[in-house]
T-cell receptor
Framework: ELKVEQNPLFLSMQEGKNYTIYCNYS?????LYWYRQDPGKSLESLFV?????AVKQEGRLMASLDTKARLSTLHITAAVHDLSATYFC????????????FGKGTKLSVKP | DTAVSQTPKYLVTQMGNDKSIKCEQN?????MYWYKQDSKKFLKIMFS???????INETVPNRFSPKSPDKAHLNLHINSLELGDSAVYFC????????????FGSGTRLTVV
């Protein structure tokens, strides 16, 4: 059974600082996703990583995937308050029509 | 125009009642899903349908029954509601090949009292 572990689960940062969220998964997969969820809201797709070595960047967020290590990272550069949210990684399994297994989420709080 | 829409957004009901949640997507996607998010924010797949055919049916009580009248709609009917069913239920859709990720609806917050 595929297991997805995120850490840390809670992250309090100061504005302007850098930090990385880690997502480890237990079995082979070629699809990894990062989502953002604001309180009481839906999940917003941030990144789709479909191959080993994939790196994607959007604003202050950068995601990467190492399928050999079964590890994805979400790096935050010079955090701002607007980045405060819960971030989920999700790993696909069961083929392209299969489902996503989600990590427990990382609740990020960026303080001035 | 909303891509994945769910109704209702909030649902408060008594134990033992039967309720339905509706989901529609206008993205032309082939596959639709139901996910449950519990009070600790943990997300778990419940069902997956591809072109009206059930693909995934995780360990979910048989009080939960999905129905897909066409590939743009996936409804969730729940019989004999229990307190533990209280959660946020998200509908999602995706296209094969899956280059853009899953698109989630806004969620239905179900409270059983």
């Amino acid at each position: 059974e595929l297991k997805v572990e995120q850490n840390p689960l809670f992250l309090s940062m100061q504005e302007g600082k850098n930090y990385t969220i880690y997502c480890n998964y237990s079995t082979t997969s070629d699809r990894l996703y990062w989502y953002r969820q604001d309180p009481g809201k839906s999940l917003e797709s941030l990144f789709v990583l479909l191959s080993n070595g994939a790196v994607k960047q959007e604003g202050r967020l950068m995601a990467s995937l190492d399928t050999k290590a079964r590890l994805s990272t979400l790096h935050i550069t010079a955090a701002v308050h607007d980045l405060s949210a819960t971030y989920f990684c999700a790993v696909g399994y069961g083929g392209s029509q299969g489902n996503l297994i989600f990590g427990k989420g990382t609740k990020l709080s960026v303080k001035p | 125009d909303t891509a994945v829409s769910q109704t209702p957004k909030y649902l408060v009901t008594q134990m033992g009642n039967d309720k339905s949640i509706k989901c529609e997507q206008n993205l032309g996607h082939d596959t639709m899903y139901w996910y449950k998010q519990d009070s600790k924010k943990f997300l778990k797949i419940m069902f997956s349908y591809n072109n009206k055919e059930l693909i995934i049916n995780e360990t979910v009580p048989n009080r939960f029954s999905p129905k897909s009248p066409d590939k743009a709609h996936l409804n969730l009917h729940i019989n004999s509601l229990e307190l533990g069913d209280s959660a946020v239920y998200f509908c999602a859709s995706s296209q094969v090949p899956d280059s853009y990720g899953y698109t989630f609806g806004s969620g239905t917050r179900l409270t059983v009292v």
